[in-house]
T-cell receptor, first 117, second 113 residues
């Protein structure tokens, strides 16, 4: 149980284009979803937290106009990287939580590798 | 804000040996929990084990166990009888407000045959 999927798993795009990444909770309703970014050999850095039907809360230093997050339902959140540039190339991971046993439990998607040429 | 520190960037261990991965944290919370995740080269984050601050015993999950020392604010992951498949990045994480997770820098574990 508590499976989270992400699509696509890989994306290569040209500089200046926009890329949308989907995150779905497959067998539970996620009260909160999180988006992380991870550069090679580094830790996960939280970009934003989103709750269904409300605006995402972005971490300090994350451009909300560049990284658009939509959490339209309890099972789907999307991250759109607008006007992507090579420096946006990274590994993006989403996670989802619900009223699990342990506070802070998050279920992670498999991640999306973005390469901007 | 809570701070999580993993001081071992890389660890190399012979297969079948036990290995301990360190994690310390800085918090003033009285009640809290700590998570450990494994990230293989595929990138997925795999939940390994959880320790609650008021748990009377150290957490154990199969070959994974935690050496939780509350006074020292450390929760070290012990992997017994290491296997080649244990080679991965390992992260400890601390939940803070709004259920956010703060991750340590990670330790890259390499198991040698």
């Amino acid at each position: 149980g508590a499976v989270v999927s992400q699509h696509p798993s890989w994306v290569i795009c040209k500089s200046g284009t926009s890329v949308k990444i989907e995150c779905r909770s497959l067998d539970f309703q996620a009260t909160t979803m999180f988006w992380y970014r991870q550069f090679p050999k580094q830790s996960l850095m939280l970009m934003a937290t989103s709750n269904e039907g409300s605006k995402a809360t972005y971490e300090q230093g994350v451009e909300k106009d560049k990284f658009l997050i939509n959490h339209a339902s309890l099972t789907l959140s999307t991250l759109t990287v607008t006007s992507a540039h090579p420096e946006d190339s990274s590994f993006y991971i989403c996670s989802a939580s619900y009223g699990a046993l342990h506070y802070g439990t998050q279920y992670f998607g498999p991640g999306t590798r973005l390469l901007v040429l | 804000a809570q701070k999580i520190t993993q001081t071992q960037p890389g660890m190399f261990v012979q297969e079948k040996e036990a290995v301990t991965l360190d994690c310390t944290y800085d918090t003033s919370d009285q009640s809290y929990g700590l998570f450990w995740y494994k990230q293989p080269s595929s990138g997925e984050m795999i939940f390994l084990i959880y320790q609650g601050s008021y748990d009377e015993q150290n957490a154990t999950e199969g070959r994974y166990s935690l050496n939780f020392q509350k006074a020292r604010k450390s929760t070290n992951l012990v992997i017994s009888a290491s296997q080649l498949g244990d080679s991965a990045m390992y992260f400890c994480a601390y939940p803070q407000g709004a259920q956010k997770l703060v991750f340590g820098q990670g330790t890259r574990l390499t198991i040698n045959p």
